[in-house]
C-alpha cells in the first residue's frame, strides 16, 4: 500500500512521456491511412460503378461526408444501364412427349 501512494505522489516523468508520445504518434497516423484507404477504396469502386465522379471517395475523409455519400448514391440515378437479362424460351416441365407418341422402330414391310 505504501508503494502505491509512493507512485501516486510522484507523477510521470515528463521526458518518459514524451519518449512514449513520440513513439506512439507515428503508429497512430499510419493507423489513420489504413482505415482511410479501409473506407475510400470501395466508395471509390461504387462511384465509378454507379456513373458518379470517384473523387467523391473523398468525402469519407471530412466528418459526416460519408452519410451524405451515402444517401446521395442511395436516392441518385445511377448513370449505368442495367444488363440484360437472358431469356430462355418457356419449356413445360416435363417436357411433353410429341402427339400422338411415334412407334418404337419403323414398320416393317
Same mark, same amino acid.
Given at each position: 500500500?505504501?508503494?502505491? #501512494?509512493?507512485?501516486?505522489?510522484?507523477?510521470?516523468?515528463?521526458?518518459?512521456?514524451?519518449?512514449?508520445?513520440?513513439?506512439?504518434?507515428?503508429? &497512430? *497516423?499510419? &493507423?489513420?491511412?489504413?482505415? $482511410?484507404?479501409?473506407?475510400?477504396?470501395?466508395? @471509390? *469502386? &461504387?462511384?465509378?460503378?454507379?456513373? *458518379?465522379?470517384? !473523387?467523391?471517395?473523398?468525402?469519407?475523409?471530412?466528418? $459526416?461526408?460519408?452519410?451524405?455519400?451515402?444517401?446521395?448514391? #442511395?436516392?441518385?440515378? @445511377?448513370?449505368?444501364?442495367?444488363?440484360?437479362?437472358?431469356? !430462355?424460351?418457356?419449356?413445360?416441365?416435363?417436357?411433353?412427349?410429341?402427339?400422338?407418341?411415334?412407334?418404337? *422402330?419403323?414398320?416393317?414391310?
Amino acid at each position: 500500500m505504501y508503494f502505491l #501512494a509512493m507512485i501516486l505522489q510522484e507523477g510521470p516523468d515528463p521526458q518518459m512521456v514524451q519518449r512514449i508520445m513520440l513513439t506512439i504518434i507515428p503508429f &497512430i *497516423f499510419f &493507423i489513420i491511412l489504413v482505415a $482511410l484507404a479501409i473506407v475510400i477504396v470501395p466508395f @471509390w *469502386f &461504387i462511384c465509378k460503378k454507379a456513373g *458518379f465522379s470517384p !473523387w467523391l471517395a473523398l468525402l469519407n475523409v471530412i466528418p $459526416l461526408g460519408n452519410l451524405v455519400l451515402i444517401y446521395v448514391l #442511395a436516392f441518385a440515378d @445511377w448513370k449505368v444501364v442495367p444488363a440484360p437479362q437472358a431469356y !430462355w424460351p418457356g419449356q413445360p416441365y416435363p417436357p411433353q412427349p410429341p402427339y400422338p407418341p411415334q412407334p418404337p *422402330f419403323p414398320p416393317q414391310g
